[in-house]
């Protein structure tokens, strides 16, 4: 029943080894994320809900650069293992220009109407009003994120995940120290509070630009051919949209989902201590479910690379221990995540962000939700972005990522939340339903071996 886990001796070593530096590289981002959000919220828990709010529309460039990057990695994982490094700079070439595009606008829309972008998340003027500033600023930094992410996530697919590691390493230094000058004033500096946050993430991402770029220029292993870049060609802008449409379709529409629960939480009675808490627990979770998208993206560049060899039936054997590995991978992170939060975050931490009594609460009860539903999130991770789009399946990891969102979370959220108006607690296991619904259609997809 199980002999799909009797792999290669070295086989396992290699997943996590390879897993390993992107976890790291997860774990630097989200903790970016989670001190730009422990200093905010020092200030008080407006500051952290306006933050919140305007972090919805970077976080849908975010997915948008996301998809590019998994949609570049099937085919770049594939060019690696053919050794076809021309191939690699017309996909970076496309990539750079989509990103860099998408970015751009969305900057322009930031700045130029701002609160116009804010009341379609939370009709709250307070959290508007506070985070016009802030996203003015913060828009412009994804701009060069955008270009840096598609270099890094290249260099991930040809086995190089510890450069990516230490750039968003230097990246999250600069930010940190950054975030404690211009947001409390400190060496002399005026203290800018949320302004100061949108500014020290900007300079953060000049830092990983700059040092993305330097190394591009020495790199040997896959060196920058330009005209390859400037210049990719038809052939490739159609094998990039074969397999890169549906896999930024699905992060678009799945980060469309995602901004609609922060709408759905910031329309809902006592919504400042609803997102304040989700907020926290998020962030929270997102340091958790970083050894999950780890595990999820070396499954990707080695389901890649077997095809790339011409190993096709090995990888359904291949894709099935992954996913197995991933879920007992996510018993022990949903552990993990609930002995760190009784005894350290909960009575040691929660109390520096100034939440309100009703929004901790909420705050435990998602935690505990996000914990619970850890082991189905680890195989449904592994299974769409190491196997089904690892393996080309774009089309119906695509479709398995969606449905569960719009067609059950979604619906069930407005239900609850905007026509019954049921007590935030009761809405706050919501966030377990897509876990809960993907997985059946995963092991259904793994299992036909299509």
């Keep these: 029943m199980f002999s799909f886990l009797h792999q290669p001796e070295g086989f396992y070593r290699r997943l996590f080894l390879l897993a390993l530096p992107i976890i790291v590289q ?25 933050v919140t709010v305007a972090n919805v529309p970077i976080f849908i460039v975010q997915l948008v650069v996301f998809g590019l990057q998994s949609g570049s990695s099937v085919l770049i994982s594939q060019y690696w293992g053919r050794g076809d490094r021309e191939s690699i700079n017309r996909v970076m070439g496309i990539g750079f220009f989509i990103a860099g595009s998408v970015s751009t606008v969305f ?6 109407f701002p609160a ?11 959290l508007v009003e506070i985070a016009v500033p802030y996203i003015r600023i913060v828009g412009f930094s994804y701009i060069l994120n955008s270009l840096s992410s598609i270099y890094i996530g290249m260099q991930r697919s040809i086995e190089n995940p510890r450069f990516g590691m230490l750039v968003f390493g230097a990246s999250m230094l600069f930010n940190t120290v950054g975030n404690y000058v211009l947001i409390f004033g400190k060496l002399g500096f005026p203290a800018l509070g949320v302004t100061g946050a949108a500014v020290a993430t900007l300079l953060s991402r000049v830092v990983e630009f700059v040092l993305a770029f330097g190394y591009a220029l020495r790199c040997r292993t896959v060196p920058l051919q330009w005209g390859a870049i400037l210049r990719p060609g038809h052939e490739m802008l159609r094998r990039f949209v074969h397999y890169s449409a549906p896999v930024l379709a699905n992060e678009t529409l799945w980060g469309l989902a995602y901004s609609m629960m922060t709408v759905i939480m910031g329309h809902m009675t006592a919504s400042g201590d609803l997102l304040a808490a989700y907020t926290v627990a998020g962030n929270i979770d997102k340091l958790t479910t970083a050894g999950i998208f780890g595990l999820a993206n070396a499954a990707a560049v080695i389901v890649g690379k077997e095809i790339g ?17 991933s879920f007992m991978f996510g018993v022990a992170l949903g552990g993990a995540e609930l002995v760190l939060f009784f005894t350290v975050l909960r009575p040691q931490v929660l109390p520096l962000f100034r939440l309100t009594a009703e929004a901790a609460r909420l705050c435990t009860v998602m935690v505990l939700s996000y914990a619970l539903s850890m082991p189905l999130h680890g195989y449904t991770a592994s299974m769409v972005i190491g196997v089904l789009r690892g393996g080309g399946d774009v089309k119906a990891s695509l479709i398995i990522d969606n449905i569960p969102l719009w067609f059950f979370s979604l619906p069930i959220m407005c239900l609850l939340g905007l026509v019954l108006r049921v007590p935030n607690v009761w809405f706050c296991p919501c966030l377990m339903i897509e876990h809960i619904v993907k997985a ?11």
């Design 107 to 112: 900057a322009l829309i930031m700045a130029c």
């Design 26 to 50: 997860n774990l630097i981002t989200t903790s970016l994320g989670f001190l730009d959000t422990f200093m905010v919220g020092l200030l008080g828990s407006s500051e952290m809900s306006a």
């Design 309 to 325: 060899v011409g190993n096709r039936a090995g990888v359904l054997s291949i894709g099935s221990a992954v996913c197995f590995t």
């Design 440 to 450: 059946p259609l995963g092991i259904w997809r793994v299992r036909s071996g299509k």
């Design 116 to 126: 116009s972008v804010l009341l379609l998340v939370t009709d709250n003027l307070l």
